[in-house]
């Protein structure tokens, strides 16, 4: 019989909508500012002389949209505005019938200043927008002149309902300030917002501290992973009570022993905080419930504000591939990741080696979707301080001098993945990036926005990045422990992957495979992808 005709491709019943933000340059300290947000079928041209960005997104008739305006820096909510930045339960604009609203700000703090602007569906972010203005001294007249920022377009990937957590910095005064935005459909349903007492603290140096925490924590143990646990549960349980409000720790206990911060998702341009060892425990017990869990163990991904999330990576035969040095000095060894990581990756993905040399990874990166997954193991740094320096080492090579051999080392920074790299395959398809190294996985400040691996592989550094996304999934050690990463965590995380688990039930599986194999690592992995983000296989 004749084979049966393809069925017709799904017809796209979204239309476009186009957004925009704007606000005066600058405003005179103690003054209000009005920030406009328009909604329109058509395309929007900003006011000249405005601080302003543009973003753009597809939505179904009928469906209902939030806009909400968060000052980061510079400015407060006035007291003047009701609404605190926020209008919810909005229709589509119409044809020729833009949808504006205006929001009032107070200026609080001289200086360089900067406001979000998020639009959502839901708990779908649809597209984030930044604002960046000036707030002069009030003896001084604002002066006039453009300002624009096109915000990426963030087209908010469709991969299922899961409970999302946003995160915003806010830094007035010398004060940090989170404000989060907590959603949940489930039967326990939230739509919250909420705000953390003012710190009067210094965010880079507050966190180094958790770090530098985490890490005396493992050496102190003696390796006893027990003690570590216990251990890392103080500083999870201490980050937990300092960090959310009371109201917000009921609430997300109570989601919690529900169920429902099960593949929860984290949206934030928050660089530093390791949200994954927040550890959750019942805000009214005197002391340790026995049923508390760390952030992490609920299957947390995170997703950087400025590219997409992908609901799926297609993994093809013979598109796998690995960086792994073989330092020539021994000081420097991995033995674990030249040998079982190694052997595990080839057996289990049907890997590729890549020579592990600044030029060869460069060409690998720069072929357009010339890989579908690719993993390194290697040693790593990255210092929030200094986050453009963060670097792989790769091998290097043994040259010959008057005083004899000497080794020069190669660094893969950063700042170089972020420029050369081009990773999205012409089929649209992005792929996962796995780097086993120390400290990979953080984030920092830098110029033009946010800086480290996870931007540059993933594509979202504000300003600088593809919009549309790099590797559709990121995963990176947050800390060190020990010289040789170990390699349970990855292996399990592959395993659970390609059995077709999520990319939450895949972490959360790895997680505790890691942690009963008694590897220190098993909570220092940090994930950047959909929760519901599956691998498919195949040609």
């Not at 390699?487 to 390609?498: D, H, P, T």
């Amino acid at each position: 019989p004749a084979a049966a005709a393809p069925a017709p491709a799904p017809v796209d019943t979204r239309t476009e909508v186009f957004a925009a933000a704007e606000m005066p340059r600058e405003t005179s300290l103690g003054k209000d500012a009005m920030v406009t947000v328009t909604l329109s079928a058509e395309q929007i041209e900003v006011a000249l002389g405005a601080a302003s960005a543009k973003g753009r997104f597809k939505a179904r008739k009928g469906d209902r949209i939030s806009v909400q305006v968060v000052p980061r820096s510079g400015f407060d909510y006035s007291s003047a505005d009701p609404t605190e930045g926020l209008a919810q339960d909005l229709e589509l604009p119409r044809p020729h019938e833009p949808l504006i609203l205006d929001f009032m700000l107070t200026a609080v703090e001289e200086g360089p200043a900067e406001v979000s602007v998020a639009v959502r569906k839901g708990a779908q972010r649809l597209v984030m927008m930044t604002l960046h203005a000036q707030v002069i001294s009030s003896h001084l007249t604002p002066a006039r002149g453009a300002v624009a920022s096109d915000a990426p377009v963030v087209e908010g990937a469709e991969c299922g309902v899961c409970t999302t957590l946003e995160i915003f910095d806010r830094r007035n005064a010398g004060q940090l300030q989170y404000e989060f935005v907590l959603r949940s459909v489930g039967p326990g349903g939230v739509n919250d917002r909420f705000r953390s007492a003012p710190m009067q603290v210094d965010a880079q140096a507050y966190v180094e501290a958790r770090y530098k925490e985490i890490e005396d924590a493992w050496l102190g143990s003696q390796r006893a992973v027990d003690i570590f646990n216990q251990r890392l549960q103080d500083i999870g349980g201490r980050m937990f009570r300092g960090l959310f409000p009371p109201k917000m720790q009921e609430t997300l206990w109570r989601l919690a022993q529900a169920g429902e911060l099960d593949s929860i998702l984290v949206h934030s341009d928050e660089p530093f905080l390791p949200w994954e060892v927040v550890f959750l425990d019942d805000p009214d017990a005197p002391a340790a419930s026995g049923h508390g869990q760390f952030f992490g163990e609920l299957g947390l991904c995170r997703w950087l504000f400025g590219a997409a999330p992908v609901c799926e990576i297609a993994v093809r035969p013979g598109r796998s591939r690995y960086v792994i040095p073989h330092y020539p000095d021994p000081q420097w060894t991995l033995a674990n990741a030249e040998g079982a990581e190694q052997d595990m990756l080839r057996t289990v993905l049907g890997a590729k080696a890549v020579k592990p040399m600044h030029a060869e990874v460069l060409n690998l990166l720069r072929k357009k979707g010339s890989f579908d997954i690719l993993h390194f193991a290697c040693h790593g740094q990255a210092d929030a301080q200094q986050i453009d320096s963060a670097a792989l080492m790769l091998e290097g090579q043994v040259v010959q001098t008057a005083r004899g051999a000497q080794w020069n080392k190669e660094l893969l920074l950063a700042s170089t993945v972020e420029q050369v790299a081009d990773l999205r395959g012409m089929d649209g398809n992005r792929p996962l990036v796995i780097v086993n190294a120390c400290q990979t996985g953080r984030l920092g400040y830098s110029l033009t926005g946010l800086g480290g691996f996870a931007t540059a592989f993933l594509g979202t550094r504000e300003g600088t990045g593809d919009s549309r996304g790099k590797a559709g999934a990121f995963v990176g050690a947050l800390w060190s422990v020990g010289d040789d990463p170990a390699s349970g965590f990855v292996a399990e995380l592959y395993a659970q992957l390609l059995a077709g688990k999520t990319m939450s039930q895949a972490a959360r599986a790895a997680r505790k495979a890691a942690a009963q194999a008694g590897e220190g690592t098993w909570l220092a992995y940090t994930v950047y992808a959909h929760p519901h983000l599956k691998l498919r296989l195949g040609g």
